[in-house]
């Protein structure tokens, strides 16, 4: 039995195949990441490199994005106590 991989900081999963991950790669580019295969891909979701060829356009445009550092929902996630 093969050890589970962990996601990489901040990544994001893909609802539908909940083994693939997507994190901006500090580069303009997003990291897919599913399973042992990973791939590089242009933020309109164009195959750049990598062992993965596949991914989701629509989730690599909303990963590349720029967030504002103090928007509001990211700020209440951060201060969010941890009881409900």
Known sequence: ????RQPPV???RHPLFPNSYYVEDGDGAVLVTTGTRSGRFAPDGRYLDGTLFEADPELCVWVSSPRPSAHHRISRVIDMP???
């Open 1 to 4: 039995m093969s050890e589970a």
């Open 10 to 12: 901040g990544a994001i």
């Open 82 to 84: 941890s009881e409900r």
